[in-house]
């Protein structure tokens, strides 16, 4: 290799290794305090696991934030959109490529509902849920529906009573938010919200 080719390397290399540390230096300065070092989150702060999101998911959902998609009037909403709201789109940028780094820690004990049905969870779960989010609970970015399987029932159950009070899914810019708001309201009952909660949170234990 010649001289120039390879300081031409060296270069590209320093480059990475500093675009690298931005990241991880933009997560554990702005997220890690609620969501942990690792992305685990933590379910007494209502912070998710963002390690089972994809970074498409994970940019839509930030730059709602940023936006007003989301109603602040929960706790941590109110959080999340002050801190996203006061960082510039390179940092949130940076943040979202550190997460994509992380290991995936989806096989963490998640806690359920007590109330939970897992049973009647499972059958709500296919034909209210399944088509969009996959039969595994898995996901598909194609659709915009996120990986739900590792998430904490709690957090489930909230966010999807979020979408059916329409505190979710209400702008008009929140293309995938809206299709969600409007599906979610076919389950109004709570206990029906927990057993499906429930049913999601048990499959990755």
Known sequence: ?????KLVALVLAVSALSASSLADDAYQTHCASCHGTTGAGNPSLGAPNLTLFSSA???RQLRGFREGWRDTT???TQTMSAAVGALDAGVVADAVLA????????KISVAKPAAGDTDRGADLYTAYCGACHGTNAGGNDALGAPNLLGLDALYLARQYRHFSEGRRGFHADDRYGKQMNRLSRSLKDPSLIDDVSAYVAQLSQ
Do not use: A, V
Not at 1 to 5: G, H, I, R, T
Not at 99 to 105: F, K, M, Q
């Open 57 to 59: 998911y994970l940019e």
């Open 74 to 76: 929960d706790p941590s």
């Open 1 to 5: 290799m010649k001289l120039s080719q």
């Open 99 to 106: 997460i994509d780094r992380l290991p995936d820690s989806r």
